[in-house]
């Protein structure tokens, strides 16, 4: 990278690698992904194609007793082998942080502590050519000093002002000290530069304060902020000394590259509607009240996005900009469609001459907890080109596939990359709309859903409705997948490219001696497998956990061996087999014991129905299976078809009860008494086939779904109106 506009816009990747303090507690994004531990991940991202890595040098972890004491064992094994691959490190120092326990934001000699850490660090790597000593300052400063939400928790405009001036002299003083050693060291400066929309003349002025303030990081390091500057009272009226911004403008740092950070959550709304919006959104600035949303949640226009904010950037700065930031935490399809337009939006604006340099994939191994800023450690786990849950080696997801593309000069070719995202449709809206209303229509090659008066088959047409993927819902009378000239037929009208087959015979007991059991359950899903793999569409089926007899004590993974009991596995396990000898792209889920918010014949929503008619619940106890929530189900098998996983996937929810256990849950859940459920034997119930003792459900590819606890959590929260009417029937 040098001080020219490329050629080829260029990809760079980094890791999430925020160590934030949250009163005395670190919470360390490198440890939560495991990047910290493999090596070989530089391997993984160098193998996309790019260019640059924001590599996460953390004072925190690297020096957090001073540059004297510095553990440099785990960068130097690190810069080596990114040396040997070919990839130019961006040298992050604090990110989100606050430095080591010593020292804070609002502490005066933070910016030579940091400063003194820096020229270590430049004197260690003299060959780093591009540093990031201060990520996102003005964010930082915000959640910082004004929030409250880390440390050191100001909550003012005072503490905000101090947080930020001490970040800026602490990027001006490390970038000193690096070109002491490294004269030709560029600083890739990164902030969100998010922008606010009023929704009446009356909160402009709010609207505006926080439109100047977002540059407030950048505009300082170049200088800009003299006694012209539109902050420059607010500035002094909150601690800020004339002499340190007039030093500031004497002797700017500004960027090399400015570094353009958004997200969807950074366009931000200002209503003073407050009858609009619920209770919890109401705030205001002392002089008035309003609520502060996602712009994309109620305005009918669409956000700006990348292209607006590189735009204004590059407007108002003058200097060459990246997108040194693109992570979405969404569905897989979203992440790839928020990326590929990221790229695209990029590119356009090379096109009009801008001198943008490259996108950045930011959370390649996934990010923790941040649906509560950081602030607590539950392992809540967003994957991003990579998921690391559960697996002895990082899975690549559709979105490392998108970004190799990317990287090697290719065209992505994605079906779903043809859609709209979320935040292009009139589904983004939570809230009365204001202004006319702009949506994009879902487009793109379908998905074909088989099984159209089923549980599973609704559910999939009622997710992808959600997820913006185009699909079409067939009956048997659409696509009989038993008779080949109908499979030819249907796919050859929707040109799809995949099939969910949800359709099948399911009565376990009935299957014994009933001959269509094997016509639908095995000969049907042949038909449709080998003509799906003529014609190159990815096909979805399903399989169940009484493939399994019950003969292992812990729950079955992938490659257990199969020894169904009773006629219904039997069919299952021959499908199995045939359907990955002639197609073996095919993606077969192993699933159990459905339940969900959208039918009525499931196992706990009638348990549950009749615990409320104070009728006693039969159910097994000498069955141990891992019950399945329909909605997790769906998302996470329409996650590995996007991804391109392929083979035998067991998916259901983590836990194993027995069938009594399950309803007491349920009943417990939602304050009905316990003891309704009456524990029996299997065969006392009327059960005619065999089945298993113990069939409960684990994986070894990946822990792709919740656990039973947090299906349960979802279904009563997800289903709470839906609940209610079939109760009230039953009852």
């Known amino acids: 990278m040098d001080r020219r506009s490329n050629d080829r816009l260029e990809l760079w990747a980094g890791p999430e690698c925020t160590v934030n303090r949250v009163g005395d507690r670190y919470l360390d994004q490198l440890r939560a992904s495991g990047f910290e531990r493999r090596l070989d991940d530089l391997d993984r991202l160098a193998g996309l194609g790019i260019t640059r890595m924001r590599f996460p040098l953390i004072w925190e972890r690297t020096a957090p007793d001073g540059p004297a004491s510095a553990d440099w064992s785990w960068s130097d094994v690190r810069i080596a082998r990114l040396r040997e691959l070919g990839v130019r490190p961006i040298a992050g120092l604090v990110h989100h942080g606050s430095g080591p326990p010593h020292t804070s934001l609002l502490d005066p000699r933070f910016p030579q502590l940091l400063a003194e850490y820096a020229g270590a660090v430049a004197a260690r790597y003299p060959d780093i050519d591009a540093y990031t000593p201060v990520n996102e300052p003005l964010t930082t400063a915000r959640?910082?000093?004004?929030?409250?939400?880390?440390?050191?928790?100001?909550?003012?405009?005072?503490?905000?002002?101090?947080?930020?001036?001490?970040?800026?002299?602490?990027?001006?003083?490390?970038?000193?000290?690096?070109?002491?050693?490294?004269?030709s060291a560029m600083l890739v400066q990164t902030d969100d530069l998010g922008y606010t929309t009023a929704a009446s003349p009356t909160l402009q002025y709010q609207a505006d304060f926080e439109n100047q303030r977002r540059w407030l990081g950048h505009d300082l390091l170049c200088g800009r902020v003299g006694r012209d500057h539109p902050l420059w009272d607010y500035l002094l009226q909150n601690g800020a000394g004339e002499a340190e911004l007039l030093a500031l403008v004497e002797q700017p740092c500004p960027p090399d590259i400015v570094g353009v950070n958004a997200y969807i959550t950074s366009e931000r709304f200002l209503d003073e509607r407050l009858a609009l919006y619920p209770e919890h959104l109401r705030g205001g600035n002392g002089r008035h009240r309003y609520v502060d949303v996602e712009t994309a949640r109620v305005h009918g226009a669409h956000i700006g996005g990348f292209a607006a904010r590189l735009r204004e950037?590059?407007?108002?700065?003058?200097?060459?900009?990246?997108?040194?930031?693109?992570?979405?935490?969404?569905?897989?399809?979203?992440?790839?469609?928020?990326?590929?337009?990221?790229?695209?939006?990029?590119?356009?604006?090379?096109?009009?001459?801008?001198?943008?340099?490259?996108?950045?994939?930011?959370?390649?191994?996934?990010?923790?907890?941040?649906?509560?800023?950081?602030?607590?450690?539950?392992?809540?786990?967003?994957?991003?080109?990579?998921?690391?849950?559960?697996?002895?080696?990082?899975?690549?997801?559709?979105?490392?596939?998108?970004?190799?593309?990317?990287?090697?000069?290719?065209?992505?070719?994605?079906?779903?990359?043809?859609?709209?995202?979320?935040?292009?449709?009139?589904?983004?809206?939570?809230?009365?709309?204001?202004?006319?209303?702009?949506?994009?229509?879902?487009?793109?090659?379908?998905?074909?859903?088989?099984?159209?008066?089923?549980?599973?088959?609704?559910?999939?047409?009622?997710?992808?409705?959600?997820?913006?993927?185009?699909?079409?819902?067939?009956?048997?009378?659409?696509?009989?997948?038993?008779?080949?000239?109908?499979v030819r037929a249907a796919l050859d009208r929707w040109q799809p490219w995949a099939v969910v087959n949800t359709a099948g015979y399911v009565r376990v007991d009935d299957a014994e001696d009933d001959p269509r059991c094997w016509r639908e359950n095995v000969q049907g899903p042949e038909v449709l497998a080998r003509a799906c793999a003529e014609r190159g569409v990815r096909l979805v089926t399903f399989s169940t956990d009484l493939v399994f007899d019950g003969a292992k004590a812990a729950p079955y993974v992938e490659?257990?061996?199969?020894?169904?009991?009773?006629?219904?596995?039997?069919?299952?396990?021959?499908?199995?087999?045939?359907?990955?000898?002639?197609?073996?792209?095919?993606?077969?889920?192993?699933?159990?014991?459905?339940?969900?918010?959208?039918?009525?014949?499931?196992?706990?929503?009638?348990?549950?129905?009749?615990?409320?008619?104070?009728?006693?619940?039969?159910?097994?106890?000498?069955?141990?299976?891992?019950p399945t929530y329909v909605p997790h189900l769906v998302r996470a098998s329409l996650d590995l078809l996007v991804d391109g996983e392929r083979g035998v996937w067991h998916l259901a929810n983590r836990g194993a009860v027995s069938w009594a256990e399950l309803a007491q849950m349920a009943a417990e859940a939602t304050g009905l008494d316990r003891r309704l459920v009456q524990g029996r034997p299997g065969r006392d119930l009327g059960q005619v086939a065999p089945r298993p003792r113990y069939s409960a459900l684990d994986s070894e590819r990946g822990i792709v779904m919740p656990t039973l606890q947090e299906g349960l959590e979802h279904y009563l929260r997800e289903c709470e109106v839906v609940l209610d009417e079939p109760l009230r029937q039953a009852a």
């Not at 702009?438 to 047409?461: C, F, K, N």
């Open 143 to 183: 959640f910082s000093g004004l929030y409250g939400v880390w440390f050191p928790h100001g909550r003012s405009d005072r503490a905000f002002v101090r947080c930020l001036l001490t970040e800026i002299q602490a990027t001006v003083l490390s970038m000193r000290a690096i070109r002491r050693v490294n004269p």
């Open 559 to 626: 490659s257990d061996e199969t020894r169904p009991l009773g006629a219904y596995g039997r069919t299952k396990r021959e499908a199995e087999q045939r359907l990955l000898s002639v197609a073996p792209d095919t993606l077969m889920v192993r699933t159990a014991a459905f339940f969900g918010p959208w039918d009525r014949h499931n196992f706990v929503t009638l348990a549950l129905a009749a615990m409320r008619r104070g009728e006693p619940w039969p159910a097994a106890n000498d069955q141990w299976v891992s």
């Open 313 to 486: 950037t590059s407007e108002r700065y003058g200097l060459p900009v990246a997108i040194t930031e693109v992570h979405l935490g969404c569905t897989r399809e979203e992440q790839m469609r928020w990326l590929h337009q990221a790229w695209q939006a990029a590119q356009q604006l090379r096109d009009e001459g801008r001198d943008v340099r490259a996108v950045t994939l930011w959370a390649a191994f996934g990010s923790c907890d941040w649906d509560s800023l950081v602030t607590r450690e539950q392992g809540h786990y967003e994957p991003g080109l990579w998921d690391v849950r559960g697996n002895a080696q990082p899975r690549p997801t559709g979105l490392a596939r998108l970004a190799h593309a990317l990287g090697h000069g290719l065209r992505p070719t994605h079906p779903v990359l043809e859609g709209p995202g979320w935040w292009q449709r009139e589904l983004r809206l939570e809230y009365p709309r204001h202004g006319d209303l702009e949506s994009l229509a879902v487009v793109g090659q379908p998905l074909l859903i088989t099984g159209a008066t089923g549980t599973l088959g609704r559910a999939y047409a009622r997710l992808c409705d959600i997820r913006g993927l185009p699909y079409k819902l067939l009956t048997r009378q659409d696509m009989d997948i038993a008779d080949p000239a109908s």
